[in-house]
T-cell receptor, first 112, second 114 residues
Framework: AQSVAQPEDQVNVAEGNPLTVKCTYSVSGNPYLFWYVQYPNRGLQFLLK??????LVKGSYGFEAEFNKSQTSFHLKKPSALVSDSALYFCAPHRPGYALNFGKGTSLLVTP | NAGVTQTPKFQVLKTGQSMTLQCAQD?????MSWYRQDPGMGLRLIHYSVGAGITDQGEVPNGYNVSRSTTEDFPLRLLSAAPSQTSVYFC?????????????FGAGSRLTVL
């Protein structure tokens, strides 16, 4: 069975502070790891992905994610949050050849 | 390049009515899929297709039918709508399912079943 956990329904952070959105997964093999973002009343957009190599992956809008194989985690991070980062964030481990399942999502609220 | 186009954007149905949510992509993607998004439930996979003529069930397929007669189109059919099918539906496509390909999502279709 494949599963993905985003333990926090909501993350609140003040503008300018660092942010972390957590994701752990249980997927057979060596899955690719994705983060997608959904801004209010919009569809989902790709943010970043990990395939192999360096455990720190950089993506769009200043976001990065850290892959930890031993903890099967892929936490999303940003050094300095912006109010415009407020959105719903989805983690998605992808086992090649299998359909993509998403976590339940974490709502990020950045306050001025 | 239109990407993934979903129609309609909004729809209200009565219980027992049928309808089809349309999804079309112009990127020659092999893989297409349908998700529903409900508060607190995240995105749940309904059906998916890895190519024309091939479909498979996802996590929550009951009450929905799909077909894939062309590469471009992947319609989702509700044969007898129920209030539990009130949701926002997203169609998504990617080049293939075998690589680390990015999913391209449509803008969504909001369905209300009374």
């Amino acid at each position: 069975a494949q599963s993905v956990a985003q333990p926090e329904d909501q993350v609140n952070v003040a503008e300018g502070n660092p942010l972390t959105v957590k994701c752990t997964y249980s997927v057979s093999g060596n899955p690719y790891l994705f983060w997608y973002v959904q801004y209010p009343n919009r569809g989902l957009q790709f943010l970043l992905k990990y395939i192999t190599g360096d455990n720190l992956v950089k993506g769009s809008y200043g976001f990065e994610a850290e892959f930890n194989k031993s903890q099967t985690s892929f936490h999303l991070k940003k050094p300095s949050a912006l109010v415009s980062d407020s959105a719903l964030y989805f983690c998605a481990p992808h086992r090649p050849g299998y359909a993509l399942n998403f976590g339940k999502g974490t709502s990020l609220l950045v306050t001025p | 390049n239109a990407g993934v186009t979903q129609t309609p954007k909004f729809q209200v149905l009565k219980t027992g009515q049928s309808m089809t949510l349309q999804c079309a992509q112009d990127m020659n993607h092999e893989y297409m899929s349908w998700y529903r998004q409900d508060p607190g439930m995240g995105l749940r996979l309904i059906h998916y297709s890895v190519g024309a003529g091939i479909t498979d069930q996802g996590e929550v397929p009951n009450g929905y039918n799909v077909s894939r007669s062309t590469t471009e189109d992947f319609p989702l059919r509700l044969l007898s709508a129920a209030p539990s099918q009130t949701s926002v539906y997203f169609c998504a496509s990617s080049v293939t399912l075998s690589g680390a390909n990015v999913l391209t999502f449509g803008a969504g279709s909001r369905l209300t079943v009374l």
